[in-house]
């Protein structure tokens, strides 16, 4: 190795994304991944190598259950719970990661990630290398030396506590060194070593102070007085094998060497891709990688494959374009609408791109408006001119702000690949070119820039990458169509998507009307509660402070108080709602605390938020429905997410009072789908139980609760169907022990007993679901019932983690999906019922399980009849589809 600076960082992966994955809230990309301590990991990792500025960089695992230590005490580790699938499913996910970052990693049987990195901590020692080592490990500090330093995470991992030679000897009085004795005294219950029966922190320091190391206190046991000479005397072995177990081995046989571990940085392509497969926007963004995906050799590939194009590209702007562009339009075979903004809404027109025998022409989108472009306008407005194109629900919205209408919607290349591959990790054009092995274009972050840097190029660069962008989608049109066709997706994709992407458009052009003033007055009602919360706070406390500050707080329910201490960070205590929730039986001010952030958080994010949306010309707010979001098949909803708006609460509830009709004297009237995904699950497994609830018009929780502790109905408290309840729709979304222990505050063997009672009462479910994990390893892919896919990679893994997230998924998504698309078919039926009886009452929003409309009061009646009905006829199961309606003057009234 040179004499150029060097430091290697050495980190204990195990260590690291276990305190991650408890640290950071739930948090899974669109695809159901847990994700949590994958980003947790990574941003401890980039802030430590922000900070250390390492030349050499290796992250160490655990390779497996069984190491040395085992074979002297089998015991070893053997207290610890079984890892939650939702962390084991994420090391594979960081593996991959790490490898993006160009990072080394290693494992080796029969060691543990601290064995490895105490060796070559040594092995940087010797060189006189100076090194990092990271952990959440206390073991660790044994390695601190003048040239290795701990840092110990702290606050989850965020923060970090340095630890040098002298920092040990400030914080516990010993040597590192004296660490191992440290363990050897008082053992570890996390990783089951003994120790001492009787013997904490505090009587082993003080036992170390006096005597030094196990050894000498064992050699002077005979003077050690009481209970604690006793345990001393009876436990000798148990100490000495302890001090052995908590010693780092640093003499591990590794075939790496320090040079193999330099790290000279990453590929920004390699790792952009990573990132988003992932959908950490935020450290994309942190390290400016947005435009990394087609990088500068990529846009000058892109702008040659361009170059050679077999089109013309014709700038339309002079008469003889005009003409050209006019008797080409019945032949067009591609369709472009380019915009800017993420809300189309808003969107700002920047072009049109026509590709048509040969030629592609394009359109500024201020000549949209003159009057040459009237006969390009009726094409676009004909609804016997078919239209093929990407994103063309986004392209009817931009283009309806300018007044223009778009009919004629035949393929729509997004969607369809979409349908293909829900959790496909970049749908882009570019993406989509790449998959199909066609000649790749420029990204638009390389053409416009991104965010602030946006900028709309000069006319030829715009019309290059245009042209580009509208051959790309013809070239694209037929691949795309083949494979609907193949899997067997042409009806789901031209009977139920493609006419609803136009039904959404229409939904999102008509807005629903939202009285400001009512917002306000409830904003008014939330401050007037907020303040009586604060008082009633200052009362209880004694004093006042600010209540959202988490150091005043603490200060106030911790020393002031004297609650206890659930959780500290680097600078004070935690509040944080998981805090808050184990305070709650201890002080009532902690409820109230609760509280007054609910009533906060609606009056910023839904009084605040919702009126910012409310558009003045109208009066409404136009939402707008992504259907190629989520894996499910289920939409989202954006600008505002009106499917977000807390309901469960009744301050919350109080929100929907401003939703009105927008028509005097006209009724909103809402119909929710009754526990679909229940009744698709009762369908699709033919359980016997679970059909005769439904079919019985039984209370499918309460009938669990029944099955499940053997009661009959009247002996069913409300506790009990709670657990029923979540056993229920856990069973719908995959949870497994450690997710159902968590929602039902039990531990996890209870929560397992649980789960396999669940499934002796309902036999049918378990063996649905064996049957469709066997499927799944056959076939690669699950469907809905409606034949939507969803593939499943990982469902062969040799990896037990990967392959174990993949067998839940197919589990549930041809529940989940199969719910999705019973109502997505359901608002097809509706609005070809509304259009066929000439109603004038419209569909305005879907929001999960519940389709909302105005209504005119003469056509009450018969909407209170004809919604239920078309809904529960939508798609027939062995079971009844039943939808809940009710009606008011506002949307609140029509829950």
Known sequence: MGNDRQKVLLIDGNSIVYRAFFAMPPLTNSSGLHTNAVFGFTTMLLKVMEEEKPTHLLVAFDAGKVTFRHEGYGEYKGGRQKTPPELSE???????????FSIAQFELGGYEADDIIGTLSRMAEEKDIETVVVSGDKDMLQLASEKVTVLLTRKGVSEVERYSPEAVGERYGLTPQQIIDLKGLMGDASDNIPGIPGVGEKTALKLLAEYGTVENVLAHMGEIKGKLGENVRAHEEDARMSKRLATIFREVPLERTLDELRWSGYDAAELAAALRKLEFKSLIERLDLSAAAVGAADADAAGAAAGQAAYETVWVAGAADWQALNEALPQAEALLVESHGDNPHQGEGIGLGIAAEGCIFVVPYAALASEEAKPLRDWLADEQAAKTGYDLHRAELVLARSGIALRGLAFDVQLAAYLLDPTEADPSLVGLLQRHGLPVIAADEAVFGKGAKFRVPEDEALAAHLAAKTDAIRRLAAPLAEELDKAGMRTLYYELEQPLSVILAGMEKQGISVRAEALEELGK??????ERTMAEIYRLAGCEFNIGSTRQLGEVLFDKLGLPVIKKTKTGYSTDAEVLEKLEPYHEIVRLILHYRTLTKLQSTYIEGLLKEIRPEDGKIH????????????????YPNLQNIPIRLEEGRQIRKAFVPSEEGWL??????????????????????????FRNEMDVHTKTAMDVFGVTADQVDSNMRRQAKAVNFG???????????QNLNITRKEAAAFIDQYFGAFPGVRRYMDDIVAQAKQDGYVTTLLERRRYLPDIRASNFNLRSFAERTAMNTPIQGTAADIIKLAMVRMDETLKSRGLRSRMLLQVHDELVFEVPPEELEMMKELVPKVMAEAFPLDVPLKADVNFG???YEAK
Do not use: C
């Open 90 to 100: 994420q090391f594979p996910l960081l593996k991959e990661l790490l490898s993006s």
């Open 731 to 741: 069973i719908v979304y995959g949870i497994s022990d450690y997710g159902l222990s």
């Open 668 to 693: 909103i009237l809402a119909a929710d789908y009754s526990q679909i995904e229940l009744r698709v699950l009762a369908h699709i497994s033919g359980d016997e139980g679970l059909k005769e609830a």
């Open 525 to 530: 009602e939330f401050q007037v509660g907020i």
């Open 623 to 638: 939402t707008y429905y992504r259907q190629t979001i989520a894996a499910t098949g289920r939409l989202s909803s954006q």
């Open 889 to 891: 003057v506002n949307w």
